[in-house]
């Protein structure tokens, strides 16, 4: 605990950044916020908002960003925050970088062969393959099982979103030799597929030189010379159209066009390509213990009243397990072109993205040190494997026989309404 305290005393007191110019430096800032329309006010500056309190919230934003929001806010406290003397305790080598992660699934595949494939979906900016584990008694490409996919890593600092779906991926396969018998059952009547990195760029360099640096973005070369696209601001459902910033040099820049990155069109595809046996889709993230589910760009909830009950029951469950607090992602703030609008509202999908552990900045934030690992694995496997055996069909979940005429399918397409009128 006390090394916790001493990591978020250090976030608070890192002070200068030496290279950068004026318009780059990060500046750390509590601002006052009575409610979930003035933090998506915001959030519109193009800050990030990173823990949400009662009246107030924490974002890292640039210069620009400060002075837009202290004309319309009370700024309680603000300073520039230091990314270059940031100085995180030592002791992190639980956490895989990306070679140890590639040669952790490489080796889930050699050991597990019949029942793990390692492949890829496609390649990062920096040409880093963005890896696929699909996981299932049935590896054939052509398999018509349902299916669920996981994914983690959109966020460079989010190391723990990584970890989760990696240790989903070694208890499955262990659980599966070791006899256990309904993760057999699960794993025959199912495929599951887990992309634990889908930022492999940013993650690399967000722990370079040893050192964290609160990196947040891709590592692609904007127009104006800036780095990075906030890959949760470029999927393609109402893209662009609130709580994400227009300014390449914002941590929550949006990108040039919906999907301009290549790792959102590598999930993309990949989802594509899927969807006849997809129905769900979680996406981890860190921080603040939450789960979310959307819409995210709109604080209307999804129109379709089926959809909206399963995607809360289904919260609800899964939060009796983890304890982490269930709701509709703008009751945080509007943020638009993050994954889980576009997976449900495009493609139907039943889709959510948990902020994993801790809750706060005051338990280590974005880095909470490795022994918060395990305890993120004891609290979210049971939701995981929830999803995975509701997924033949999610809307199970509101045991209804039947929906009657009155059903109408709103928000999406053929699939939803498929999965909805076959109760
Ligand atoms: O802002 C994000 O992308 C997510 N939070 S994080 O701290 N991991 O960056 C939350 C996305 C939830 N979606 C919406 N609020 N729309
Ligand atoms: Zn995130």
Do not use: C
């Amino acid at each position: 605990m006390l090394k916790k305290v001493l990591a978020a005393a250090a976030v608070f007191t890192a002070m200068s950044l030496g290279h950068a110019n004026e318009t780059d430096k990060t500046y750390w800032m509590h601002i006052e916020a009575q409610d979930v329309f003035e933090r998506s006010l915001i959030a519109d500056t193009g800050v990030s908002i990173e823990t949400v309190i009662e009246n107030s919230v924490y974002a890292f934003g640039n210069k620009q960003e400060l002075e837009q929001i202290k004309k319309q806010f009370k700024v309680i406290e603000s300073f520039e925050f230091d990314l270059e003397s940031f100085d995180y305790p030592t002791g992190d080598e639980k956490f895989h970088n990306y070679q140890e992660l590639t040669e952790a699934l490489q080796k889930l595949q050699a050991e597990n062969p019949n029942l793990v494939k390692l492949s890829t979906i496609g390649k990062s900016v920096q040409d880093r393959d963005i890896h696929l584990i699909t996981i299932s008694a049935d590896l054939s490409d052509d398999s018509n099982l349902p299916a669920v996919v996981f994914m983690g890593g959109h966020h460079a600092r989010e190391h723990i979103s990584v970890e989760m779906p990696l240790m989903l991926a070694q208890h499955l396969a262990s659980e599966f030799k070791n006899g256990n018998s309904e993760i057999i059952k699960l794993l025959h009547e199912r495929q599951v597929f887990i992309i634990p990195i889908v930022n492999p760029d940013g993650a690399e360099h967000d722990i370079a030189g040893g050192r964290y640096k609160m990196w947040r973005k891709n590592r692609v070369t904007n127009h104006d010379g800036s780095i990075g696209v906030d890959l949760n601001r470029n999927y393609g459902f109402k893209w662009a159209s609130g709580g994400a910033s227009s300014n390449p040099r914002s941590s929550t820049y949006h990108g040039p066009e919906a999907f301009s990155e290549p790792e959102t069109r590598a999930v993309r595809e990949f989802v594509l390509s899927k969807q006849d046996q997809l129905t769900t889709l979680l996406s981890y993230h860190t921080f603040s213990e939450l789960i979310l589910f959307p819409w995210g760009h709109t604080y209307n909830p999804i129109a379709d009243q089926n959809a909206y009950n399963v995607h809360r029951t289904m919260a609800e469950t899964m939060s009796e397990w983890n304890n982490y607090r269930p709701q509709q992602s703008s009751d945080l703030y509007i943020a638009s072109g993050d994954t889980t609008d576009w997976s449900y509202g495009e493609l139907g999908l039943i889709s959510f993205t948990f902020e994993l552990d801790p809750k706060n900045m005051w338990n280590g934030g974005f880095y909470p040190g490795q022994d918060t690992i395990d305890i993120v694995f004891e609290k979210n496997i049971k939701p995981a494997l929830y999803l995975i055996e509701q997924a033949d069909n999610p809307y199970k979940v509101l045991n209804k026989s039947t929906y009657g005429v009155s059903f109408i399918n709103t928000d999406v397409g053929a699939k939803h309404a498929q999965l909805s009128e076959s109760l």
